[in-house]
């Protein structure tokens, strides 16, 4: 075994107390934008907000949310979802979807991670397709905030140490589009999943954009980033044991 590997357990304990230690400190830093805003409308879908039940956002930790069904006659196309934490302490941390999933009745049949396209740039997002009974879905996830996308669980892990450590803040969001499929498609490799796919992959672009719009610190991207993480001095406020 190399040398270095016996000290790994002591440099991880080191970054879980600077964490630990960094949880009073750190800001609790509010979006520049209401959650409301992000995508509001599409263009040829009805849009109809949904409600998250007060047991379920004090589990999840949420500082706030915004979740639509989108809707073409009565038929539903797809949903969103994005769930804000204004910092993230020991047991206030964001919940993977992919966790929550078997609860709500999914199956998962197929993952990975997909390429979209925002604002000129690639962005790495996890992808699933999922099985419900007769209902089969498409899936798009990701991470967003402090000037990143990110997809994978473990890297979102340790900027999570990281930045309480080093920043003294973890404002993050999860962000979700789920579509569905015409009951009775035939599978991926179908006309049907091909048209949802690329469906969920343009709204999953424009969400990155409509999330980094109300997102303190702006679009690193595009060069769009505001100064001291908000619009103003009261977009950051020190959070003293509690939300």
């Given amino acids: ?18 964490f630990v230690l960094h949880t009073r400190a750190q800001l609790a830093v509010e979006l520049v934008m209401p959650l ?5 409308t599409v263009p040829g879908y009805r849009s109809k907000d949904q409600k998250v039940s007060d047991e379920e956002r004090r589990v999840a930790g949420m500082s706030s949310y915004v979740a639509r069904v989108y809707s073409v006659d009565s038929t539903i196309a797809f949903t969103t979802l994005v769930s804000y934490y204004e910092r993230q302490t020991q047991g206030k941390t964001i919940h993977s979807p992919r966790n929550c999933l078997p ?16 604002d000129g740039a ?9 099985k419900n009974g007769a209902s089969t879905a ?28 080093l920043a003294g803040h973890t404002e993050e969001a999860l962000v979700r589009v789920v579509v ?29 954009h409509e999330v980094y ?14 100064v001291g993480m908000g619009n103003s001095a009261s977009s950051v406020r020190v959070a003293l044991g509690g939300r």
Avoid at 213 to 226: A, D, F, I, K
């Fill in 1 to 18: 075994m190399h040398k270095g590997l016996a000290y790994l357990p002591a440099v991880v304990l080191t970054i879980g107390a600077a």
């Fill in 36 to 40: 409301s805003t992000v995508l509001d």
């Fill in 103 to 118: 609860g709500a009745g999914w199956e998962i049949l197929n993952g990975g991670t997909k390429s979209v396209m925002a």
């Fill in 122 to 130: 690639a962005h790495t997002v996890n992808h699933y397709v999922l």
């Fill in 138 to 165: 498409i899936a798009y996830y990701w991470y967003q905030g402090r000037g990143r996308v990110v997809a994978n669980e473990y890297q979102v892990k340790w900027n999570l140490l990281r930045d309480a450590a």
């Fill in 180 to 208: 569905y499929l015409p009951r009775g498609s035939s599978g991926e490799a179908s006309a049907a999943f091909t048209k949802a796919d690329s469906l969920g992959n343009n709204i999953a672009g424009q969400l990155i």
């Fill in 213 to 226: 719009r109300v997102l303190p610190g702006g679009n690193p991207s595009t060069g769009q980033t505001r």
